[in-house]
T-cell receptor, first 115, second 112 residues
């Protein structure tokens, strides 16, 4: 079965600084990859997804992610963080040939933004 | 657009009580899902419905039942609530296989 690891539980970053969130997955082939963001008291919102093709994926809110097959990673980046980016971020994978579109989520990374 | 609507938003139950969480989507999506979210564990799939008329177990189905009432609605029932079921429950829907899922705002459930 596939698994997803987000090594950083908390990250604190200054407003205007760059941000990188790590995600590693375990699966025998290339899965479909997703990043979601969750603001306090809200549901999850899709930031971006990777299915195939260009390994650098652009998403909403100025986020991008890079798929690296050799490292089984799909790290999320933002060049300049805004206070509104304070939230919890989840990486998720989906197995292409599995029925039911079942996502496996990482444990999440909570981002705090310092003024 | 309402998207995915969950009711109620908050609920407190006593151990042994039963409860049904409601979920409805207005995006004409085929697939619907129920997750629970616990600190440090991300979201774990309880049950899903790949299409109207079908339901299947996810990672943590014990203690829960579901009903796909029609294409729009997917309910989650706790027959005899236990403190271990204290969690935030999310419903999601997707157009189909391998498509992004859209989430509701969650139901925060406490069982005393």
């Amino acid at each position: 079965a596939q698994s997803v690891t987000q090594p950083d539980i908390h990250i604190t970053v200054s407003e205007g600084a760059s941000l990188e969130l790590r995600c590693n997955y375990s699966y025998g082939a290339t899965p479909y990859l997703f990043w979601y963001v969750q603001s306090p008291g809200q549901g999850l919102q899709l930031l971006l997804k990777y299915f195939s093709g260009d390994t650098l994926v652009q998403g909403i809110k100025g986020f991008e992610a890079e798929f690296k097959r050799s490292q089984s990673s799909f790290n999320l980046r933002k060049p300049s963080v805004h206070w509104s980016d304070a939230a919890e971020y989840f990486c998720a994978v989906d197995v292409p040939e599995a029925a039911g579109n079942k996502l496996t989520f990482g444990g999440g990374t909570r981002v705090l933004v310092k003024p | 657009n309402a998207g995915v609507t969950q009711t109620p938003k908050f609920q407190v139950l006593k151990t042994g009580q039963s409860m049904t969480l409601q979920c409805a989507q207005d995006m004409n999506h085929n697939s619907m899902y129920w997750y629970r979210q616990d600190p440090g564990m991300g979201l774990r799939l309880i049950y899903y419905s790949a299409s109207e008329g079908t339901t299947d177990k996810g990672e943590v189905p014990n203690g829960y039942n579901v009903s796909r009432l029609n294409k729009r609605e997917f309910s989650l029932r706790l027959e005899s609530a236990a403190p271990s079921q204290t969690s935030v429950y999310f419903c999601a829907s997707a157009k189909g296989a391998n498509q992004p899922q859209h989430f509701g705002d969650g139901t925060r459930l406490s069982i005393l």
